[in-house]
């Protein structure tokens, strides 16, 4: 009879043990939680916050590339030139980039048209 009480006391005392564990457990993810959707909520303010810095860069910056659009392309091929003097290699891996580029708007494109 004393047994039994003993392992009673004992269940109860591993019952009452792990709800404090489970209790803490469930306390420490809520808390954890809280934590991301705050970091989460400021994030999302500062991209709002960049999103409005681009949208006012793009907007006082088009009007001027639109009206000296020649002078703009002039001005990137006499760079070219010079970098094709100056470091060959550093032309090569431009020029690679931009292939890469194309290649991949270009198996965008093709997804596109055939969804």
Not at 56 to 63: A, G, I, Q, V
Request: glycine share 0%; net charge positive; hydrophobic share 25%.
């Amino acid at each position: 009879m004393r047994q039994n009480k003993e392992i009673s006391h004992y269940i109860l005392f591993l019952y009452e043990n792990y709800i404090k564990i489970t209790y803490y457990t469930i306390h420490q993810l809520i808390m954890d939680n809280e934590d991301l959707i705050n970091k989460l909520k400021i994030y999302e303010e500062e991209n709002t916050k960049l999103k409005e810095q681009l949208d006012k860069y793009k907007n006082l910056h088009k009007p001027y590339y639109e009206k000296n659009k020649e002078i703009v392309n002039e001005k990137a091929k006499e760079r070219l030139k010079k970098i094709r003097k100056e470091d060959p290699d550093k032309l090569k891996e431009i020029n690679r980039k931009a292939y890469l580029k194309r290649k991949e708007k270009m198996k965008e494109l093709k997804n596109n048209e055939n969804i």
